[in-house]
Every structure is written in C-alpha cells, then in structure tokens.
C-alpha cells in the first residue's frame, strides 16, 4: 500500500437484492488500497422499495458513491437529482456518483462491455446478435451501436421486450435492428455473417442453457456470456463448436475501474483490481472454471 493519503476516509458500496454474490467489494477495496485511498467499500441488500430511501441515506451518510445491481438500475433513474447523457441513453444507472448533497446517475456497462472486449473483434459495419433485452441488453446494445456495428438482431423470451429494445437501438441510429423469438437462434440464416453472440440473460447462473447453433457462425465470431466466474453451457456449447469465448468477468472488472475514475478522478489500478477479482474467484468454493477467451484466428 502506497503512503496514506490526507484524503478523508469514506464508505461507497452496491446496492441490490440478491447482493450476496457480489464481487464488487473485493475488487473496489483493492482499488482503494492500490492507490492509498483510505475509503471503504460495502454490499447492501436493497430491494426496489427501499431504493428512495438508502438514496437519502447515503445522502446523509456523505456516502461517496454508489453501485447498483439487480433489480435497481432502471428504478434510479427518478430518483437521482442528475442524469449523465450515457446514463440516459441506456435507460438505467449502474453508478452513482454522490457530490454534497446531489447524486449523479452514470452508466459504466456499456463503456466496461466494449473495453472488456479489447479489440478482440472488430464491430464497425458488421453483424452482433444480443440474446435477452433486459437491463445489462440495453447497455451493451447501446455500446454496440456506438462502435458501429450496421446490423443488431436481438433475441428474447418475452417477445415485446425483444421488439422494444429493437426500437430502440434503431433510434439510437442502427441502421437494421430487429428482433427475433429465441427459437431463431437455431437457424443457419440469423447467424451466418454474426461477427458477435452475447448472451445478456441471467440463465447461465443457474446452469441453464439458451439453444444456439454456434457452427453456424463464422469460424471466428466471438460468444461472450455476461454471467461471471462460471463455465456457462452457452460457452460450453461455442467451445465445442470451436469459437472463441469471454465470460463477464471483463466487463465487471472495466465497468468497475470507470465508476472508480468517476468517484475519485484519479485514474484505476487495473491490474490490482483484476488480480483481486481473480483471487476472489479462486477461492470461492464450488465455483466452476471461468472460460478463458480466445483470440479469433488470423484472416
Ligand atoms: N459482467 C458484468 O459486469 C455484468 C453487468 C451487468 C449484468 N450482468 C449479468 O447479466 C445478467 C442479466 O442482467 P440484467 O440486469 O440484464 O437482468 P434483467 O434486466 O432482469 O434481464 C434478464 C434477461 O434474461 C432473460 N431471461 C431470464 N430468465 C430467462 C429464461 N429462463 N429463459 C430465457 N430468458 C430468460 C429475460 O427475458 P424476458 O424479457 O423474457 O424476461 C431478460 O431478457 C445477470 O446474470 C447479471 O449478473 C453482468
């Protein structure tokens, strides 16, 4: 640890419900430790209803920030007193940056979904297939128009929800998104010319499997699962057909170091914070093995 700081010590923490699985914690105060800050970082299980007022509570608390994870990322965005454009443009908060008595209500998913992928595909004029239309769909879908990707398809269970993120990666100026039922994700058509396949739905958690015919991508399309620190059967299946593959421990650990940049203004110690992430998940009882990504092949 570098020399202590005259900085004065204060709390930050996640926010969500179920919260217990976070890996925030771990990862936020090796990032404090890294760089000498002698602030705490904490999981508080809040359900929606408590959201307005553990809001008022950090307000009173001169919290300095704030994560939030399931189910709070839409709820905050009426009760923070600013919206950053990012924010707005997804529709929901993972951040929250507490200046006085105001909070700020940022987005880093989308910007730590397109730094995790780290220039593993290239995305300008080309086809990405999103699988779920939730929250976190929103965010990565919203990256993906920003990096220019001509053609989004968008595969949901609940079929409204997957016509209504369409909708609105159009408006955020794809020029072809549509939106697919899951079942289609078992047709040679829909994947042919897909450089990307992420899955955004939370079934991987619990094992469950959404039925894609990964041989039907091009040899180096890349399938990225945002669920973390567990071997999905999605990415199970895309091994087997021998593409390349990312969990979303990048993506936690980039959206993490840009919500520590937006608290302190100083900029993240990466490596410390993924070594933290990394021995958390190695001594966590019964978690399987997380995917290791692989470079598509050379052209
Ligand atoms: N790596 C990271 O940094 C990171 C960041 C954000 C989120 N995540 C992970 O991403 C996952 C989703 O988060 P979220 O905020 O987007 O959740 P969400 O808003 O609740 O959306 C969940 C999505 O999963 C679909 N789904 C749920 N159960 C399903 C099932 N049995 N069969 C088919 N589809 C199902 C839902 O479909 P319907 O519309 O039909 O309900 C919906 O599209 C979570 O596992 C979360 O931990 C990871």
Redesign the pocket.
């Known amino acids: 640890m570098r020399v202590a700081s005259r900085v004065q010590a204060r709390l930050f923490g996640v926010l969500g419900d179920p919260v217990d699985?976070s890996l925030s914690p771990a990862m936020q105060n090796a990032a404090f430790a890294a760089t000498g800050l002698p602030h705490l970082y904490l999981r508080y299980r809040v359900p929606a209803a408590a959201l307005e007022e553990a809001f008022a509570e950090a307000r009173r608390l001169g919290m300095g920030g704030l994560n939030l994870?399931?189910?709070l990322?839409?709820a905050a965005l009426p009760l923070c007193d600013a919206i950053t454009p990012a924010a707005r443009r997804i529709g929901?908060v993972?951040t929250v940056v507490v200046r006085g008595q105001r909070l700020l209500g940022d987005n880093t998913?989308a910007g730590?979904?397109l730094r995790?992928l780290a220039g593993r595909v290239r995305l300008r004029g080309t086809h990405a297939v999103l699988?779920?239309?939730?929250?976190?769909?929103?965010?990565v879908g919203t990256a993906l128009v920003d990096a220019g990707c001509a053609r989004l398809t968008v595969a949901?269970?609940?079929p409204e929800?997957?016509e209504t993120l369409a909708g609105l990666l159009s408006a955020l100026g794809c020029p072809d998104a549509r939106a697919v039922p899951?079942g289609a994700l078992t047709n040679r058509d829909v994947l042919a010319d897909a450089v990307l396949v992420v899955n955004?739905?939370?079934?991987?958690?619990?094992g469950?499997a959404?039925d894609v015919r990964a041989a039907a991508t091009p040899p180096g399309c890349l399938f990225v699962d945002?669920?973390?620190g567990a071997r999905t059967p999605f990415l199970a299946a895309a091994s087997r057909a021998r593409r390349p593959t990312l969990?979303?421990?990048?993506?936690?650990?980039?959206?993490?170091a840009l919500a520590f940049e937006a608290w302190t203004g100083r900029r993240a110690p990466v490596p410390a914070m993924a070594r933290a992430l990394g021995s958390v998940v190695l001594t966590q009882p019964r978690t399987p093995r997380s995917v290791r990504a692989r470079r598509p092949p050379r052209p």
């Open positions: 699985h994870t399931v189910p990322k839409e929901a993972n998913d730590g979904f995790g699988i779920g239309a939730g929250g976190s769909a929103r965010a949901n269970r609940t929800r997957g899951l955004t739905t939370s079934l991987g958690l619990r469950g959404v945002l669920v973390y969990d979303g421990m990048p993506m936690l650990l980039h959206q993490g």
